[in-house]
């Protein structure tokens, strides 16, 4: 189950919520378009020291078991900080795996494969743990 998101256009825009001083028209429009003329919220774009700090927030508050790392092929961003995220998550003991693709459908049966066997990990993991919950 997909439980969050944190995708430049998924959960991520949602992160600074709108901010209304005044309650009239004129106020909620300024509100709003301040929200959206704001710089997109990829990493390319924005200081991104928090993203981090975030995602290990998102797997405390979600239960997170595992982690598809989707980055698309050329956004380098992504692709350079994947590292520095296989290192957290690894402290935090989620699996994490990485898939790169381009927006084709050449490659869809690859990463279904890739993504099954990953889920199925992550379901023998869950049983490990149950299991030694019960012998305890």
């Known amino acids: 189950m997909l439980v969050a ?3 430049c256009m998924g959960e991520r825009s949602l992160y600074d919520p ?4 005044d309650r009239n028209l004129d106020g909620m429009m ?3 378009a301040n929200r959206y ?4 919220t990829c990493p390319s774009f ?3 020291r928090q993203r981090i700090f975030r995602i290990r927030q ?3 508050d979600y239960q997170v078991q595992g982690i598809i790392c989707h980055i698309l092929r050329g956004c380098l961003v992504y692709d350079y900080e994947y590292q520095m995220l296989e290192e957290e998550l690894e402290k935090l003991r989620i699996p994490v795996i990485r898939v ?3 927006y084709n459908e050449e490659d869809v049966e690859q990463i279904r494969i890739r993504i099954e066997a990953f889920i199925e990990m992550l379901k023998l993991r869950e ?3 149950k299991k030694e919950e019960m012998v305890r």
């Open 5 to 7: 998101d944190e995708t």
């Open 18 to 21: 709108l901010v209304i001083t």
């Open 30 to 32: 300024r509100a709003l």
């Open 37 to 40: 003329i704001r710089p997109c």
């Open 46 to 48: 924005v200081e991104n």
């Open 58 to 60: 998102m797997v405390k």
């Open 100 to 102: 790169e693709s381009d």
């Open 127 to 129: 049983f490990a743990r």
